[in-house]
């Protein structure tokens, strides 16, 4: 069975930082493809980034040179550190293993205000 659990979301103000972390069992950062996906209120979710088994990371145009995305292979974890963080920003982000199917966790608020 796969449980996925995020971590680290909060309160930030603009310009802040968070690193926002992802566990798992059942399933493995080192084995998939990875990443993060943000969900605003009343909309569907979006993939803010992801990280191949392989190393290869891409990232949406509205997060590129603040958002880093990274894993830990031996503590099977996912990592997405935000910097220069926005309003924009605000939203619950969902960890994601691209796997069949496909599999996510229950999420973690972040909320950037001014």
């Known amino acids: 069975q796969v449980h996925i659990v995020e971590s680290g979301g909060g309160l930030v103000h603009i310009g802040g930082s968070l690193r926002l972390s992802c566990t798992g069992s059942g399933t493995e950062v080192a084995a998939n493809t990875v990443g993060w996906d943000r969900q605003y209120p009343g909309k569907q979710r979006d993939e ?46 969902y960890c994601r293993h691209f796997r069949s199917p496909d599999a996510w966790g229950q999420g973690t608020q972040v909320t950037v205000r001014g």
């Open 48 to 93: 803010v980034a992801r990280i191949t088994s392989t190393g290869i990371t891409n990232y949406a145009d509205a997060v590129k040179g603040r958002f880093t995305i990274s894993r830990d292979n031996a503590k099977n974890a996912l990592y997405l550190q935000m910097n220069s963080l926005k309003p924009s920003d605000t939203a619950v982000y």
